[in-house]
Nanobody, 124 residues
Framework: QVQLVESGGGLVQAGGSLRLSCAASGRTFSSNAMGWFRQAPGKEREFVAAISWRGGSTYYADSVKGRFTISRDNAKNTVYLQMNSLTPEDTAVYYC?????????????????WGQGPQVTVSS
C-alpha cells in the first residue's frame, strides 16, 4: 500500500508558476512509477505527466510539454510537478498517482494509488 499526500496548490495569475509536491509513504516508493493527472470541472480526469521509478524516463501530455516538468527524489519519497507559464486552461484539481510498475504510463487505469488532489486555479 502507498499513501500519497500532495501539497503546493493554490491561486496564481496567468503566466505564473507553481510547484506541486507529492509525498509518499508505505511500501517502497522507489519501485513505483509516478504520475500527475488533473480534472477540471465537468471534464474527465486527464493525464499530465509521468516519471519512471528512477526518474530516467518521463512522459508528458502535449498540452503541458515544454511548460511542466516532473521530477522525483527517491531519498525523500517525493515527486514534484513544476508548472510554468500557466494559463487559465490549466485550472483543475491535480492528482498524484503511483503504479505498481517501474515504467511510465499515461493511462489513469494503470495507476493503483491516488492522492487527494489539491486545487490549482489560474486567473486571467
Amino acid at each position: 500500500q502507498v499513501q500519497l499526500v500532495e501539497s503546493g496548490g493554490g491561486l496564481v495569475q496567468a503566466g505564473g508558476s507553481l510547484r506541486l509536491s507529492c509525498a509518499a509513504s508505505g511500501r517502497t516508493f522507489s519501485s513505483n512509477a509516478m504520475g500527475w493527472f488533473r480534472q477540471a470541472p465537468g471534464k474527465e480526469r486527464e493525464f499530465v505527466a509521468a516519471i519512471s521509478w528512477r526518474g530516467g524516463s518521463t512522459y508528458y501530455a502535449d498540452s503541458v510539454k515544454g511548460r511542466f516538468t516532473i521530477s522525483r527524489d527517491n531519498a525523500k519519497n517525493t515527486v514534484y510537478l513544476q508548472m510554468n507559464s500557466l494559463t487559465p486552461e490549466d485550472t483543475a484539481v491535480y492528482y498524484c498517482a503511483a503504479r505498481n510498475f517501474r515504467v511510465v504510463s499515461g493511462s489513469r487505469n494503470e495507476y493503483d494509488y491516488w492522492g487527494q488532489g489539491p486545487q490549482v486555479t489560474v486567473s486571467s
